[in-house]
């Protein structure tokens, strides 16, 4: 049974830094690709960026050179380093094992 755990959500103010993780089980991670998407009030669901097995790597435009994902398949783990967030960078951010596995959702509120 294929599980993904995220952390590392919650308060932060404008210009603050966060880091997401989600730690993948059940499913050999190392060759999976995995993304992180994301979910404000009233909104729809949207692709923040994406990893491949490969390690390469894209992002949505809104989050281009403030977001980073990366990987450790040693840790079955995948992280969204969040740099200069913004008040409209809170969202529910959900992990996802490409291309049907989601997670549970973590909390992300940039406020001051």
Avoid: H
């Amino acid at each position: 049974q294929v599980q993904l755990v995220e952390s590392g959500g919650g308060l932060v103010q404008p210009g603050g830094s966060l880091r997401l993780s989600c730690t993948a089980s059940g499913i050999i991670f190392s060759v999976s690709n995995m993304a992180w998407y994301r979910q404000a009030p009233g909104k729809e669901r949207e692709l923040v960026a994406a990893i491949t097995r490969g390690g390469s790597t894209n992002y949505a435009d809104s989050v281009k050179g403030r977001f980073a994902i990366s990987r450790d398949n040693t840790k079955n783990t995948v992280y969204l380093q969040m740099n200069s967030l913004k008040p409209e960078d809170t969202a529910v951010y959900y992990c996802k094992l490409l291309p049907v596995y989601w997670g549970q959702g973590t909390q992300v509120t940039v406020s001051s």
